[in-house]
């Protein structure tokens, strides 16, 4: 279903544009202030924009180069009056789509609607083509579930600005994998793409890793060093684990990226850069926010755009291609030319919850196939880990977030009721109508 937002300030033509696109088999969303519209712009990412050029808090103009500036590919049609012709004019200029007249006539915005939907079709695959150029089979992501048809969708749009992106999602979704396809599929793929572990270094050295040191900045400083700023150049810098960063350095950070200057340690002269930031972390950061242990204004600096990726338990039918793509990939690594599956291991894979991910699915697909010692996974070899296997809630509980362990708690007591809710509300002792939020909340869906 094509998403269209429409931002009007008059409540009948937002009313009458959703009930008239709705009809036709749309999925319509409404604003009617800019701000507000912004924030549905980014959360719901949409093919199609209808705007209005005069709103209570600004122009649509503005709001349209800002669109423009986040989801480049999104169709944005203009809605104008007749004394707006300067400014449709302008709209045209900085990007928008094409534009409707006040009054509204059905034909023509079906028709444009239309239009505007074929175009971004089109576009997005023209955009996937280029990715063509590079080998992907390193880095190629695998799932055709509706939640990572959106992630690919994102992509396509994030991949051709340099907006600053937040990544979130559980530990093992794949946030590094998709941060690097980003960089991949945009102009820059050619310059570097580099990481920065927000927490593996020491906390007195993560300065000097980020943005370099000059000779003699402190002791042990022999020699001038470039930080992973100056590295990613004009290319990708991924801080991985962002929630790690110290408090002094939140603040460094922030100023970089309001001025996009910085200075080595030690360093008299400010440098520039234009590389793309891209921010990765499996922690809640707005709880971190409001628990005063990472800075709101860095927080709100680094997600311009954010995207979830959603946790193996919410794509369970992804399994399958993930399964045969480890299987395949570990039968290349061990010089087999074919390793399938015994019967019954995808039902079994499919009923654990993957606390770890689709890193814990690799995990325990090599080393299945390294205890099968042979073409065939075996059932029992697959059986064995998961009941041994130590990302296991009980063993991993202090590194996840209560709501994740509700989310396994439950999807665990449903996989053994067979989904039968009643039952499972029971021994949860909550009510239906509870358990039915929880897995509404939780996007949990029995395994296909
Ligand atoms: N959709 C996918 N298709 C193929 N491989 C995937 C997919 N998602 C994740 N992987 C693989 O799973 C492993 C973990 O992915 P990645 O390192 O990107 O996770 P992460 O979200 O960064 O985890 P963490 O929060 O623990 O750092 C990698 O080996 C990655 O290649
Ligand atoms: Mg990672």
Redesign the pocket.
């Known amino acids: 279903m094509v998403k269209i937002l429409v931002v009007d300030d008059e409540y009948s033509i937002r009313k009458s544009i959703d009930m008239f696109m709705s009809e036709k088999g749309h999925d319509v969303y409404t604003a009617s202030t800019i701000e507000a519209a912004l924030n549905r712009f980014n959360e719901l990412c949409p093919e199609v924009v209808i705007l209005d050029i005069r709103l209570p808090d600004g122009s649509g103009l503005d709001a349209l180069s800002q669109m423009h500036r986040i989801y480049p590919l999104t169709k944005i049609i203009m809605i104008t009056a007749f004394q707006d012709m300067e400014t449709t004019i302008e709209a045209m200029k900085k990007g928008a789509y094409d534009y409707i007249h006040k009054p509204l006539d059905a034909d023509e915005l079906e028709k444009t609607v239309n239009d505007a939907i074929a175009s971004f079709y089109e576009d997005t695959k023209t955009a996937g083509k280029s990715e063509s150029r590079i080998s992907y089979s390193e880095?190629?992501?695998?799932?055709k579930s509706r939640a990572?048809k959106e992630i690919y969708k994102l992509i396509g749009m994030l991949c051709q600005n340099r907006a600053t992106t937040l990544?979130t999602?559980?530990?093992?979704?794949?946030?590094?994998?998709?941060?690097r396809r980003i960089h991949l599929s945009g102009p820059y793929c050619h310059q570097p793409f580099v990481t920065f572990d927000c927490s593996a270094v020491v906390d007195t050295l993560l300065e000097s890793e980020l943005f370099g040191h000059e000779k003699g900045a402190f002791t042990g400083a022999v020699s001038s060093r470039p930080g992973k700023i100056e590295l990613a150049g004009d290319g990708t810098l991924f801080l991985?684990?962002v929630e790690a960063l110290p408090l002094n350095l939140q603040g460094k950070l922030l100023g970089f990226l309001e001025r996009k200057q910085y200075m080595r340690v030690g360093g008299k002269n400010s440098l520039k850069s234009r590389c793309r930031i891209i921010a990765?972390?499996?922690k809640d950061l707005a709880k971190m926010v409001r628990e005063k242990t990472f800075r709101d204004d860095l927080y709100y600096r680094l997600k311009v755009v954010t995207m979830t990726?959603p946790s193996l338990r919410q794509r369970s039918s992804?399994i399958d291609d993930?399964a045969a793509?480890?299987t395949q990939k570990t039968a290349n690594e061990l010089g087999i030319k074919q390793m399938t599956l015994q019967d019954g291991c995808l039902e079994r894979l499919k009923r654990h919850p993957w606390t770890g991910?689709?890193?814990e699915?690799?995990n325990i697909i090599v080393s299945a196939s390294i205890r099968s010692r042979g073409s065939v996974i075996f059932l029992d070899a697959i059986e064995d880990l998961l009941s041994h296997h130590p990302v296991s809630i009980e063993e991993h509980s202090s590194s996840q977030s209560l709501s994740q362990m509700e989310s396994v708690h439950i999807f665990k007591t449903l996989e053994s009721v067979r989904w039968n809710k009643t039952r499972a509300a029971k021994i949860l002792e909550i009510s239906l109508p509870t358990l039915r939020k929880k897995i509404q909340k939780y996007q949990l869906a029995p395994p296909e």
């Not at 880095?139 to 799932?143: W, Y």
């Not at 999602?169 to 941060?179: H, P």
């Open positions: 880095n190629e992501i695998v799932g990572m990544i999602g559980e530990t093992g979704t794949g946030k590094e994998l998709v941060a991985d684990e990765a972390t499996n990726i992804d993930l793509h480890f991910n689709v890193r699915l690799e």
